[in-house]
């Protein structure tokens, strides 16, 4: 890869000439606020919040969508570029609810996180304000589209990763509007409910529905783990609060670079399904007992060896499972063998 | 894995899930990847979107038939002839990579001898695939520079599973797509840990990393480890122990996590099985209708619970952590395998589950480099020999597990059952999107459930007017094992004369109607075809 | 009657004519002249749209008479005294070769080299085209010249893009040529959107053979082998006549496979646009060729290097591509003998709002505002004064009267807050309120901002609802500022031309007419009595004689008075819709 020198803030920079001001910024870890900016995604350059000033330029192009220059002057926080975001900011805010005390997204938006960077003390600006039905009939996310601020990261994560094409954008202008096609609720369109749009929504126009006020983003630890379902391996942070999952974010930084399906994103309430076997169990008379795990190992135990004994090893035999772990895989096949059959298979058959 | 073993010596995914965007051509064969593993489905629609040429064969029309350049819709069962057919045009028209053949290849003569018959014409009669759509694919796959081929169970659960696999391997050989960047052979693991699962030694005829049990040597190190006499004598597979538990030669059984009843083909004769059994016990989180049949049942921790790794699909090793505490009385997996085993007189000692994990290590080769500590929020491929190790991302690069890689000359055969007169459906399974397996998980998902909680078997429109029922009628569907009765989905991405169900509602089992008719080599049932019987309920 | 048989009649039929009743006219002339053996001609534009519907009449001798406001009825006379007669008709002449008219003056200051053959050629006939040198500019570029020579011949004729920034045409086409790429297309601009603006229709209806012969040189230039023209629908007639040229061109070989003979390829399609303003945005117009939705796109990569489908691709707008084939048939050398330094050959405006002589002109590059408003428009309409002109549409700005001297090219356009646009002059004089003039403006291209950019979606909205508060009369102080600090924010931070420029009619009516503003949220006062809610009707009692009309005509009875008395106004009751003060016969009523 060719390279160019290029100042950013008077920082003398030598970039990957196909890397934009935006990304060759963030390589020298220079922070530029953006809504609409993803880095898998198709460059939009539609929130403008990037906007930087570079020399010799008469407007103040979108870091984003710039490409780098040899020679190139960048300055990213000039007056004339706060100006700018917070004038962009102001903007927003005129047509977005004022709820930021009980949103769920408070702590993790964006919108209020550069608010409070560029001093947004409230909007200048007064005026019609956009008034879209709350949409809470899927069993997964709330739709408020009143607080959507249109950087449309959902419509490109939509049709360029997941390819389900569920929404796109209505209407022009100040009634655009992220929908359906025909404004259809979003479960009687192609949405496949990734919830990718979710967890890359800026603001708290997307909100999951499990762990609604359940916990701040600073007030739950999270935890890596691995998915519990397909063999793919995404791996995500589970968010934890009070001993109970309240939500999770993919792991961006990881080789499944975030990507999660349905079943990943939001199958992970059955772990405090109210039929989870919390007891050991012994069969008497047709009917399940609560035991002590003395009782239950003691029992297994003692009729594995009688089998051992009467019928030999191989007539004992285990099935080990491709849900638990390589620990507990490896345990079990070193039981079984160490019981002296090789009597151990799974189900990668099936 | 049985047929990748034979060609290439070693039987997982030869490349990653980060080289598909880089492919040049895409073979996707018996994997509705979109529905089954979906965030591998994105890739492969990115990499076609990217210019990859994407070839699909399935028997329906998946979603990924909406990216491919060409849709092989062939007949359930009918793999060998469609990629004996490939093999052949590629041989014919010049495709054929023989630098590669030559220097890393053996027995290649068979192949090519095999192969002479398989005319694109004659494997279209077979298959029902137009024959100009086979030398298509053939040239699309044959003069991509790097090439993957992805499949899963739609190849191997058949009774030609192990054949298909070589029959997918040779192609590969053939056109020099194996130990190079974006390409190989990628069979998709269906669960979670199935590669670790594999990997563990929870197979009846290895033990870790796929050391032969009647290896005397590895035998011995282990038994040394381990403080006791291992038998060399191979195990029973899954569908052998239920068969042997029929016959009363097995007579006690431990099954942990998992729901044989009804993800076993053939379920009434798998309960017929369990029901002989003088001893079960059965340890999970959830009362499963396999559990119900146990002796004993052990209340096992979630996922959620406990710490581990587990190995995905392209033999990455990634972290489990514990979120949670344990439910109730419930203890992880390997907790109670460790009491079990101090009750039953061995002497065990791990206090954690990495304990576990320096054991692993410090016994299998290809896990020799790898430590909880390196695992980080990428986690590492397997082989890693060494803590110094990056990890291996492309396998059989220069040389193959076994050496050279070996071609076979592969003959079509007929599924063990053919529609007929009486049935006259093919039934293949599956799985859907919103759901997972026997749906102990996923059907106590509340969103899942809300999408979808029955079964509704698609078929045909033409079958449907046919058969004068509609969209969401019940139909009574039964096969020489069994019947259920499910609702429809009327839907032309199923062919005429096909059905297809999944086996996540115990309601609708569709297993109490598949053929355990398995590969003689893999042991795995044909669970992707069996001939059926439809009728208005 | 031999005489007779040698006359020949031009009726002007593109759309301006028929709205006034063109196709009336020739429909009565046509078994008229029958009698006469003579079969009257379809040509395009002749440019004076005051005067539709236009006819011409060629007398044997060549001399031409062009006859203005012919209505059917008219039709016989013009038959009957002049083509059997021999005598012209005096009181319907619009324009004659050989004598004087009042608008003579309408065609003196202009210099027409893209309209030469537009109101002259019979745009339905490739025949007609021909026979004034058509195609040869073509034959000339691919029988003679290399792919290099013909962009150079351009470059060398200093022809900048006539849809509004004025790019250097040379340079364009040359950034198309040097691009790599498998396949490149050409494309044409015809999204004609700004209102008021008719210059690309007319050259569609007049001479489209002479785009077609444009885009084919481009495409030979550029190593392009396909072509579409995006025009929107609105334009049937301008469609229609596109789609017979195009059918006519390929059967001559003027296009499609083997062009000439030779290897060159160039098949043109026509793209019908829906209507949306922002699809006039190059990048927009691209997506919606695409099937995409009409938004623009973040540049670069410029369409040069990666345009529709992501191959290179050339854009230029009508009059731009119309140009080149005169650039050939002339030589660049004296093409560009016309106009500045930097802005050679001509321009076409359309001159509309209150000015004489509406219609369609060609000038000079150089020439001053001036002469285009008070010698080819011939003043303003009732002599009233002269306040401001609007160029370039939506996106340009307006220049007050002290601007009426500056000469009309892009950079001095640009450099005094306006921008040449795609030619659109709107004249307004005394009786235009500034602000409600900024506010028409907004309210165009708030209603045509695509949504996707933040400033602009929200800003437009923004700006619109001051600009609506303060001609309501609940102006802010304050106001104004916020105006000028969103509109230079807007202009900084918009992604594509059209949200940079949104705010321009703002930020030139307050640069030049900021005193209005200030009255309107100042003084309560609108100084031209447009905006209702400031202004008030009084009736002045000297000058009433209680002749009632007033109050008759008043709508919610608001004037009250005895016969032959002074009347009155009720304020609370008067809506200020004007009924009385055009009423009045005795200038009894004003405005305050």
Not at chain 1, 243 to 270: E, Q, S
Not at chain 2, 347 to 366: G, K, M, V
Not at chain 3, 411 to 428: C, E, K, P
Request: charged residues 20%.
């Amino acid at each position: 890869m060719s390279k160019v020198n290029i100042t950013i803030n008077g920082l003398a920079l030598q970039v990957d000439a196909n890397m934009t001001v935006l990304e060759a910024a963030q390589s020298a870890g220079i922070d530029i606020p953006t809504f609409c900016h993803d880095p898998e995604l198709t460059k939009a350059g539609a929130c403008r919040m990037c906007v930087v000033e570079v020399a010799g330029a008469r407007n103040l192009p979108a870091a984003c969508t710039t490409p780098v220059a040899e020679g190139m002057v960048v300055e990213t926080e000039t007056e004339r570029v706060q100006k700018a975001r917070k004038t962009i900011l102001e903007l927003i805010w005129a047509d977005h609810p004022h709820d930021c005390l009980t949103c769920e997204k408070t702590g993790s938006c964006k919108l209020q996180d550069y608010s409070y960077r560029y001093d947004v003390k409230g909007s200048p600006y007064q005026g019609e304000v956009r008034e879209i039905p709350f949409d809470d009939t899927n069993p997964f996310f709330f739709r408020d589209l009143n607080k959507c601020i249109l950087c449309g990261k959902c419509v490109r994560k939509c049709h360029e990763i997941n390819g389900a094409g569920a929404i796109d954008f209505m209407n022009r202008g100040f009634g655009t509007k992220v929908t359906t096609a025909f404004d259809d609720p979003i479960e009687e369109s192609s949405c496949v409910f990734c919830g990718m749009c979710v967890d890359i929504c800026p603001v708290g126009a997307l909100t999951p529905k499990q762990g609604l006020n359940q916990g701040r983003p600073w007030e739950v630890d999270k935890v890596l783990t691995t998915c519990p379902y397909c063999g793919s391996g995404c791996t995500f942070y589970l968010h934890v609060r009070n001993d109970k999952i309240v939500g999770i974010t993919p792991n961006f930084a990881g080789p499944m670079k975030g990507h999660l399906c349905v079943k990943g994103r939001f199958g992970w309430d059955f772990v405090d399904s109210p039929d989870r076997l919390q007891t050991p169990l012994i069969k008497k008379d047709g009917e399940f007992v609560e035991a002590t795990w003395d009782e239950a190992l003691e029992l297994i135990a003692t009729k594995f060896k009688e089998v051992g004994a009467q019928y030999g090893a191989d007539a004992i035999a285990g099935l080990s499972s491709a849900r638990t772990t390589n620990e507990e895989n490896y345990l079990f096949q070193k039981l079984l063998r160490s019981l002296g059959t090789n009597n151990v298979d799974h189900c990668a058959r099936l | 894995m049985a047929g990748l073993a034979t060609a290439f010596g070693s039987g997982a995914m030869t490349n990653t899930i980060g080289e598909i965007e880089d492919a040049k051509a895409i073979f996707v064969i018996g994997s509705n990847t979109t529905q089954n593993h979906p965030v591998i489905g994105y890739r492969i629609q990115q990499a076609a979107k990217k210019g990859a040429k994407l070839i699909v064969a399935d028997p329906r029309y998946i979603e990924l038939c909406d990216y491919a350049d060409v849709h092989l819709q062939l007949k359930p069962g009918t793999n060998i002839a469609l990629l004996n057919a490939m093999a052949h045009v590629i041989i014919k028209e010049g495709l054929a990579d023989e630098k590669f053949i030559a220097e890393r290849t053996e027995n290649f003569a068979a192949l090519r001898v095999t192969v002479e018959e398989y005319t694109p014409e004659y494997a279209a009669e077979i298959t029902g695939v137009p024959a100009e759509d086979i030398v298509k694919a053939a040239r699309l796959y044959g003069e991509a520079d790097a090439a993957m081929i992805f499949y899963t169970m739609g190849i191997t659960q058949h009774t030609t599973g192990t054949d298909n696999v070589l029959a997918i391997a040779n192609l590969a050989l053939l056109t020099g797509n194996v130990g190079k960047p974006a390409s190989g052979v990628n069979p998709l693991r269906g669960q979670n840990n199935v590669q670790g699962a594999c990997d563990m030694g929870a197979l009846p005829n290895v033990l870790t990393g796929y050391q032969p049990v009647t290896d005397a040597a590895a035998r011995a190190k282990f038994a040394k480890a381990w403080g006791v006499e291992l038998s060399g004598r191979v195990g029973l597979t899954v569908t052998e122990m239920f068969n042997a538990a029929g016959a009363k030669e097995v007579r006690a059984m431990y099954i942990m996590g998992e729901n044989p009843y009804l993800s076993d083909a053939d379920s009434a004769h798998v309960r017929h099985c369990m029901e002989s059994l003088d001893f079960l016990v059965v340890q999970d989180i959830f009362m499963t209708e396999t559990a119900s049949y146990a002796d004993v049942v052990l209340p096992a921790v979630s996922w959620a619970e406990k710490e581990g790794t587990f190995t995905n699909t392209e033999r990455r090793v990634q972290k489990v952590n514990p979120a949670l505490k344990a439910r109730g009385q419930a203890k992880a997996d390997w907790e109670i395998l460790v009491e079990l085993a101090k009750k039953l007189g061995f002497a065990w000692d791990y206090s954690c589950a990495e304990d576990i994990f320096r054991e692993i290590t410090a016994l299998t080769p290809s896990y020799a480099g790898i430590s909880y500590d390196r695992l980080g929020v990428n986690g590492i491929h397997w082989p890693c020999p060494t803590p110094e190790h990056p990890g291996t991302t492309i396998l059989h690069v220069g040389q193959f597990s076994r050496g050279l890689g070996h071609f076979s000359g592969i003959e079509h055969q007929d599924p063990a059952e053919l529609p007929d007169e009486e049935y006259p459906f093919m039934l293949t399974t599956g799985r859907i999107l919103y759901h997972y397996h026997t749906g102990t998980m996923s059907r106590r998902s509340k969103g899942l459930k809300f999408i979808q909680n029955e079964e509704l078997m698609q078929i045909n429109p033409a079958d449907a007017q046919a058969l004068g029922v509609t969209e969401h009628d019940t139909v009574k569907v039964t096969s020489r094992r069994g019947s259920v009765k499910s609702r429809l989905q009327i839907t032309d991405t199923v062919p005429k004369g096909v059905v297809f169900m999944t086996f996540h509602f115990k309601e609708t089992a569709a297993n109490l109607l598949t053929n355990p008719e398995t590969c003689p080599t893999a042991k795995i049932p044909e669970l992707k075809a069996c001939a059926v019987k439809i009728e208005k309920a | 009657m031999m005489e007779a048989q040698s006359y020949r009649v031009r009726v002007g039929l593109a759309t301006c004519g028929i709205a006034a009743g063109a196709d009336k006219t020739y429909d009565q002339l046509v078994p008229l002249l029958a009698e006469h053996g003579i079969v009257p001609e379809r040509t395009g534009c002749l440019g004076m749209c005051f005067s539709e519907p236009l006819v011409e009449v060629i007398t044997p001798t060549g001399d031409s008479y062009l006859y203005g406001g012919v209505t059917a009825d008219k039709a016989a006379a013009i038959v009957e005294q002049h083509i059997v007669g021999g005598k012209p008709v005096e009181e319907l002449l619009a324009l004659a070769s050989s004598a004087a008219t009042e608008n003579d003056h309408f065609m003196s200051k202009q210099h027409r080299v893209l309209l030469e053959h537009v109101g002259v050629i019979d745009p339905e006939s490739i025949d007609s085209y021909l026979a004034f040198n058509g195609y040869k500019a073509l034959i000339k570029a691919v029988n003679e010249m290399t792919q290099q020579e013909v962009i150079k011949e351009v470059q060398k004729s200093g022809l900048r893009g006539r849809g509004g920034a004025g790019f250097p045409t040379g340079m364009k086409w040359n950034f198309t040529y040097q691009a790599k790429g498998d396949k490149k297309y050409v494309v044409c601009n015809a999204d004609e959107g700004d209102p008021g603006a008719f210059m690309d229709r007319s050259i569609l209806e007049g001479n489209p053979h002479a785009l077609i012969e444009g885009m084919t040189i481009a495409a030979y230039a550029v190593g392009a082998d396909e072509g579409y023209i995006y025009v929107r629908a609105e334009y049937p007639l301008a469609i229609k006549r596109l789609r017979i040229a195009i059918k006519e061109a390929n059967n001559h070989g003027y296009l499609g496979n083997k062009i000439l003979g030779t290897n060159f390829n160039f098949n043109l399609k026509i793209k019908e646009g829906a209507g949306a303003f922002v699809c006039g945005e190059e990048t927009a117009l691209l997506a919606s060729i695409e099937g995409l939705r009409g938004i623009p796109r973040p540049r670069p990569p410029f369409p040069a290097t990666s345009g529709l489908w992501g191959k290179p691709t050339l854009l230029n707008n009508v009059e731009t591509y119309a140009n080149v084939p005169a650039i050939f048939r002339l030589g660049a050398a004296e093409y560009s003998k016309v106009g500045t330094e930097s802005s050679k050959g001509t321009k076409v405006f359309a001159l509309t709002g209150k000015i004489k002589k509406t219609g369609l002109a060609e000038v000079p590059m150089g020439i001053t505002m001036r002469e285009i408003i008070y010698d080819i428009g011939g003043g303003i309409q009732d002599d009233k004064e002269f306040k401001a002109v609007q160029i370039g549409g939506p996106s340009g700005g307006c220049l007050p009267a002290e601007q009426l001297d500056l000469s009309v090219d892009y950079d001095s356009l640009t450099a005094a807050g306006a921008m040449m646009g795609s030619g659109g002059l709107v004249v307004m004089d005394e009786t235009t309120c500034m602000v409600d003039l900024a506010k028409f403006f907004l309210t165009f291209t708030q209603s045509e901002s695509c949504g996707k950019c933040t400033p602009c979606r929200e800003g437009t909205k923004r700006m619109l609802e001051i600009l609506e508060r303060i001609t309501e009369g609940k102006g802010q102080p304050g106001d104004i500022e916020t105006l000028e600090e969103l509109g230079s924010a807007i202009r900084d931070s918009a992604l594509c031309g059209l949200g940079q420029t949104a705010p321009n009619p703002v930020l030139s009516t307050l640069r030049y007419f900021r005193h209005e503003y200030e009255e309107h949220i100042n003084e309560g006062k609108c100084r031209a009595g447009v905006c209702s809610n400031l202004i008030s009707y009084f009736i002045i009692k000297d000058k009433c004689v209680g002749c009632t009309v007033c109050a008759k005509n008043c709508p919610v009875n608001a004037i009250s008075g005895e016969r032959k008395q002074p009347h009155e106004i009720d304020q609370s009751i008067c809506i200020k819709c004007g009924v009385c003060y055009e009423k009045c016969k005795f200038d009894a009523i004003i405005l305050k």
